[in-house]
């Protein structure tokens, strides 16, 4: 057995008896045997929570699953925490000698973190356009391994970059070594702009009706409103900065921060027109990159490509659907660019072994 696949259930296991742990600490805490002897029990729950738990932590899933060994520090931290607020006051005078432990290891934490990143960087030798999500997604690989964890990281981090960080940074000139761009035709900062300028004044509105009967529900919305705000722009300058890429031997795909793929040229089979097939857009194996509305070109492959999605999501896809703004040009250089690629490979590489 590999270790992605006994994974999940010794991570499962761990958060299962993590549970059964913290609430039998609960009910100890909240007893009347722990009333009447708190010294003695404080220590067994200090001792429960930020020994026990970090050592089966290390056993399931440093041991078993094969996460990093440094992710153990901030198990004990949290737990030591947890200890902190589950006790009663009188109850910490164990947690002080603890509190030796964490200065360090939170010391060492640090330190890794950064020196660990500090090599992904200088490690990272970028892609063809240094994309942000790729070096995200490269330097949280370095510090936390793969995962569906990092992924979610370089999404969210991702996020916040392209809406607030990514002003400064000069978008793609359209066609320039094979980039295509795909916003302009819908209009799509028009677009976005009118969406987030009735969501800010949906959400105002919202506010002051709720906040008199419900003042965190009413804060509730508004940031989760103002969140969605957020995630509307970084659509959109990733839409910018984040062009389709026609190279030598693959064709890059993306759609602002939603999802993207790598498509080899060799795997292309055929490269279909929408306009007046609108039936090919049903196909049940299809994804789709257009920002908004129906793709104008369908993309057929000869074996299905993961697509990774928005927040790590992957998708298996036997057909890619392709919405760009000067369509009849992609169309026609993709095309001379697959002949030229199936010129170029031996008739023995396209025979299956």
Do not use: C, K
Request: hydrophobic share 50%; no cysteine.
């Amino acid at each position: 057995m590999t270790i992605s696949e006994r994974r999940t259930p010794s991570i499962l296991l761990f958060a299962f008896l993590a549970l059964a742990m913290i609430t039998a600490e609960f009910a100890i805490v909240h007893s009347s045997a722990f009333a009447s002897s708190p010294r003695l029990l404080s220590l067994a729950v200090t001792a429960d929570l930020a020994l026990i738990l970090p050592t089966l932590y290390y056993l399931l899933g440093v041991r078993r699953a094969g996460l990093p060994p440094v992710t153990i520090a901030p198990v004990f931290l949290l737990a030591a925490g947890l200890a902190s607020f589950m006790l009663p006051p009188e109850g910490h005078g164990w947690l002080e000698i603890l509190h030796y432990l964490t200065i360090p290891m939170e010391g060492t934490l640090l330190a890794y973190t950064i020196i660990r990143i500090r090599r992904a960087r200088l490690t990272y030798h970028g892609g063809e356009d240094d994309d942000m999500l790729s070096l995200l997604r490269h330097v949280l690989g370095a510090v936390a391994g793969s995962g569906r964890v990092t992924e979610l990281l370089a999404h969210e981090f991702g996020m916040w970059y392209y809406a607030l960080g990514s002003w400064r940074v000069r978008r793609w000139s359209i066609t320039r070594n094979g980039a295509f761009s795909y916003h302009r035709r819908i209009a799509y900062g028009a677009v976005v702009g009118a969406m987030a300028a009735a969501t800010i004044v949906e959400t105002v509105v919202v506010h002051i009706v709720v906040e008199p009967h419900s003042r965190v529900i009413a804060w509730g919305l508004t940031l989760s409103s103002l969140y969605l705000v957020v995630l509307l722009i970084a659509d959109y300058r990733a839409s910018l900065l984040r062009p389709i890429l026609l190279r030598e031997n693959h064709l890059l795909l993306r759609s602002g921060i939603r999802r993207s793929v790598s498509i080899s040229l060799s795997d292309i089979v055929n490269v279909e027109a929408v306009r007046g097939r609108p039936t090919l857009t049903e196909r049940t194996d299809m994804v789709s990159f257009a920002l908004m509305g129906p793709p104008h070109l369908i993309l057929e492959l000869a074996r299905p490509v993961e697509v990774s999605g928005f927040l790590g999501r992957r998708t298996r896809a036997g057909a890619v659907g392709i919405a760009v703004d000067n369509e009849h040009e992609f169309a026609e250089r993709l095309r001379v660019a697959i002949e030229q690629r199936r010129e170029r490979t031996p008739a023995s590489e396209g025979i299956d072994p």
